[in-house]
Antibody, heavy 121, light 110 residues
């Protein structure tokens, strides 16, 4: 059974750095052609893809947020960590991690429940 | 990054069929089948409904189907049910190995 779960602060202050952790189970972060993706959704707005990482440590970032994002993996803990610097109130959103399967086709086949992060002084 | 355009809202009565469109460009949707569709009910995480334009994951109702014509991918829901009321998003995996989502479509079952 594949599961993903996001964890991190509920509130951060403007200019602070956000660190979110995605803990996965039911698959290995070393699984070929399986990546972990971060996606966010501001309240009442659309999904926005942020970044993803693959087992070979290949990383891709949103063009508009690239300078503020970083991904890392702790394979032993089955965790993927997303850091986002210089947080602003417009970054208030629910942050999801999802498994991206690239086996034959590309899709997000499993999602975490999401973590609401509020940026407020 | 590419932009995917979806209608903000669609509606239909129980039993009817509705189609949600997702329009890109020749460079992405037009030439590749890397489009997937996600259903999001209020307060829940998105759920994969269709991938690679036409493929349906196991467990997803056969009432959901996908297609593509030119630069537009479409999600069709037949035999509309109250439980289908949700937001629907199309997503595209681009040739630059990044993803783009559409703006979402709110489906109302009348």
């Amino acid at each position: 059974q594949v599961t993903l779960k996001e964890s991190g602060p509920v509130v951060v202050k403007p200019t602070e750095t956000l660190t979110l952790t995605c803990t996965v189970s039911g698959f290995s972060l070393n699984s070929p052609r399986m990546g972990v993706t971060w996606i966010r959704q501001p309240p009442g707005k659309a999904l926005e893809w942020l970044a993803h990482i693959f087992p070979n440590d290949e990383k891709y970032y949103s063009t508009s947020l690239k300078s503020r994002l970083a991904l890392s993996t702790d394979t032993s803990e089955s965790q993927v960590v997303l850091t986002m610097t210089n947080m602003d109130p417009v970054d208030t959103a629910t942050y999801y991690c999802a498994r991206m399967s690239a086996v034959m086709f590309f899709r997000f086949d499993y999602w975490g429940q999401g973590a609401l992060v509020t940026v407020s002084p | 990054q590419s932009a995917l355009t979806q209608p903000p809202s669609v509606s239909g009565s129980p039993g009817q069929s509705v189609t949600i469109s997702c329009t890109g460009s020749t460079n992405d949707v037009g030439n590749y089948n890397r489009v997937s569709w996600y259903q999001q009910s209020p307060g829940t995480a998105p759920k994969l409904m269709i991938y690679d334009v036409t493929y349906r994951p196991s467990g997803v109702s056969h009432r959901f189907s996908g297609s593509k014509s030119g630069n537009t991918a479409s999600l069709t829901i037949s035999g509309l049910q109250a439980e289908d009321e949700a937001d629907y998003y199309c997503g595209l995996y681009t040739t630059s190995s990044i993803w783009v989502f559409g703006g979402g479509t709110k489906l109302t079952v009348l």
